[in-house]
């Protein structure tokens, strides 16, 4: 790959991502992002001056810009992470995520198929569409088992309809149109530069601050955790050695209940941070009403990924947790700053806002 057109690359994932192909790869980048409130440039400050690094501020729904990039920069892939993300703004206004989730992830598709077919076309000519998208899309699961490729989509909230919807786009511009598009569904990820509004860093920022740290529920709801750079490695395997048309499952193999998550992020607190007057900071728990449709238990199975492309993870759950709350308390010049004003921690997703609270697309995080 010599060019990549990167969408929402100023967010978390996309972000790490940028930084990952920039650092490993002799690729230049395309970095197409909103700027809306989970994507900001402080999480680019370092490439600043790299010539191989272009940021474009703009909208993935706009079919001039996109088409104009992909020929100007003669793209070879487009790696799109473009998406309205957290579940609880979803459950306030599903608006932007069907608006963003769908609608620009279509507008992306069609402009792909446009370009791709000035290059000739084909499976063999090196360009890629590679999408990607999330376990949440597979539903909520019982006690046992893991999420497949094969497993049958059942979103339960706004957020995971809209991206099941955008994976079977995706799908279908492979087999009605033959473009060659790549599909990654991921486990939950953590790490630098997560907007706080996802559950380590805002318990991270709430604990520093000796404020209440919320848990829905009985805080034993299970996610499989993804240490962000474990992710850009398997997004660029999949990228440089994946077989059109297929969908690979990402995951960390690092299955805790949102309890234990928090229970793992005071510990490390306490430790790092030995002269908190709060310690330990696990008398700051509370537990509060759960969200709605909160799912109970998601799980992936890697194994497709590690068979086929050889992937695996590098970081365990507790080495990826000791960088990321390491990172978060070297780094609060970046947490104030993309905390500005349009989120100050406070509940999303009670059900008590309306669509008109929300802002109208944002880009992925």
């Known amino acids: ?41 402080d999480t680019l400050a370092a490439l600043e001056g790299n010539p191989r690094h272009r940021f474009v501020r703009g909208d993935i729904g706009d079919r001039d810009l996109v088409t104009r990039l992909l020929a100007e920069y003669e793209v070879d892939a487009v790696v799109n992470f473009a998406a309205e993300s957290h579940v609880d703004r979803s459950i306030d206004g599903p608006a ?15 402009c792909a198929r446009t370009h791709w077919a000035r290059l000739g076309g084909g499976t063999k000519d090196g360009f ?52 060659p598009v790549l599909t990654t569904n991921c486990s939950n990820n953590y790490g630098p530069y997560q907007f706080p509004e996802k559950l380590i860093p805002l318990m991270i920022l709430k604990a520093q601050r000796g404020e209440s740290l919320p848990i829905y529920g009985d805080g034993k709801n299970v996610r499989d955790w993804l240490f962000v750079l474990d992710h850009c490695r398997a997004i660029w395997r999949v990228l440089e050695a994946g077989t059109p048309g297929e969908v690979y499952n990402v995951g960390g193999n690092s299955e805790r209940t949102n309890l234990q998550v928090v229970d793992t992020l005071c510990g490390l607190l306490d430790e790092l941070l030995p002269e908190s007057p709060d310690r330990p900071h696990a008398q700051l ?13 998601y799980a992936i199975d890697a194994g497709k990924l590690e068979r ?58």
């Open 96 to 110: 932007a995520f069907v608006e963003t989730n769908v609608v620009g992830t279509f507008n992306l598709l069609d």
């Open 308 to 365: 086929t492309l050889g992937w695996a993870p590098e970081e365990s759950f507790e080495s990826g947790m000791r960088r990321t709350v390491a990172w978060y308390l070297a780094n609060p010049g970046w947490c104030q700053r993309v905390t500005d004003g349009s989120y100050r921690g406070e509940r999303l997703g009670a059900g008590t806002s309306t669509p008109a609270d929300r802002p109208a697309r944002s880009e992925p995080r």
């Open 285 to 297: 728990k509370r537990f509060v009403a759960d969200r709605p449709g909160h799912d109970r238990r």
């Open 1 to 41: 790959m010599k060019t990549l057109l990167v969408t929402g690359g100023a967010g978390f994932i996309g972000g790490n991502f940028v930084h990952f192909v920039l650092d490993q790869t002799q690729a230049r980048v395309v970095n197409l992002d909103r700027l809306t409130y989970a994507g900001n440039l």
């Open 128 to 179: 890629r569409f590679l999408h990607v998208s999330t376990d949440e899309v597979y539903g909520s699961l019982g006690p046992t088992g893991r999420f497949t490729e094969t497993t049958p989509y059942a979103p339960n909230s706004p957020y995971s309809a809209s991206k099941a919807a955008s994976d079977h786009l995706v799908r279908a511009w492979f087999h009605t149109y033959e473009l």
